[in-house]
């Protein structure tokens, strides 16, 4: 089955560590974004990864660093400098980034920092 | 900058019940609209994708308007089933590749 796989589905991390997120994708999907979602709020978008090697900035990457060394792999740190990690965080892939290529997304990592 | 607004925040109906839900925008030069389906603890799933271009797109049940003057789209919901609770969220692309969503309309359908 193709699909987007993050891991883990749970991740708990005491405050001052930094932690990173997997998000893997077999569907050959070139672009890849990384979502946070607050609750009763919308998502917003952290990162976005239009091909290997290459990643921009979304709304709030502050306190947050990306790679993107494979197609099929688009890891996510959430480093010590963001204020407010405690979230969830769900990771997107389209074909490409073009205008109307549909969103697949993974299921999310909810992240408790304490 | 673009803002998504999604109406109402919270809906409760009986099984059977025809439902819409709202979504406007303020920004309506917009590529597309795309609405999604998040069940509890999950991942979002598409649904429909209407083109710039397109008025509405039909999927089974479902139905998703798009009226880019007045930045308003709805999704129409027939025979409402137990199993389409979830939380609907609805998202534009303006520019770039950028989505900007909405909060959501959590839907609780009742046997």
């Known amino acids: 089955d193709g699909g987007i796989t993050q891991s883990p589905k749970y991740l708990f991390r005491k405050e001052g560590q930094n932690v990173t997120l997997s998000c893997e994708q077999n569907l050959n999907h070139d672009a890849m974004y990384w979502y946070r979602q607050d609750p009763g709020q919308g998502l917003r978008l952290i990162y976005y990864s239009q091909i290997v090697n290459d990643f921009q900035k979304g709304d709030i990457a502050e306190g947050y660093s990306v790679s993107r060394e494979k197609k099929e792999s688009f890891p996510l740190t959430v480093t010590s400098a963001q204020k407010n990690p405690t979230a969830f965080y769900l990771c997107?892939?389209?074909?490409?980034?073009?205008?109307?290529?549909?969103?697949?997304f993974g299921n999310g990592t909810r992240l408790t920092v304490t | 900058k673009q803002e998504v607004t999604q109406i109402p925040a919270a809906l409760s109906v009986p099984e059977g019940e025809n439902l819409v839900l709202n979504c406007s925008f303020t920004d309506s030069a917009i590529y597309n609209l795309q609405w999604f389906r998040q069940d509890p603890g999950k991942g979002l799933t598409s649904l429909l994708l209407i083109q710039s271009s397109q008025r509405e797109q039909t999927s089974g049940r479902l139905n998703a308007s798009l009226d880019k003057s007045s930045g308003r789209s709805t999704l129409y919901i027939a025979a409402s089933q137990p199993g389409d609770s979830a939380t609907y969220l609805c998202?534009?692309?303006?520019?770039?590749?950028?989505?900007?969503f909405g909060e959501g309309t959590q839907l609780t359908v009742n046997p």
């Open positions: 997107a892939s389209s074909i490409k980034t073009g205008l109307n290529s549909p969103l697949h």
């Open positions: 998202a534009v692309k303006a520019s770039g590749s950028r989505l900007t």
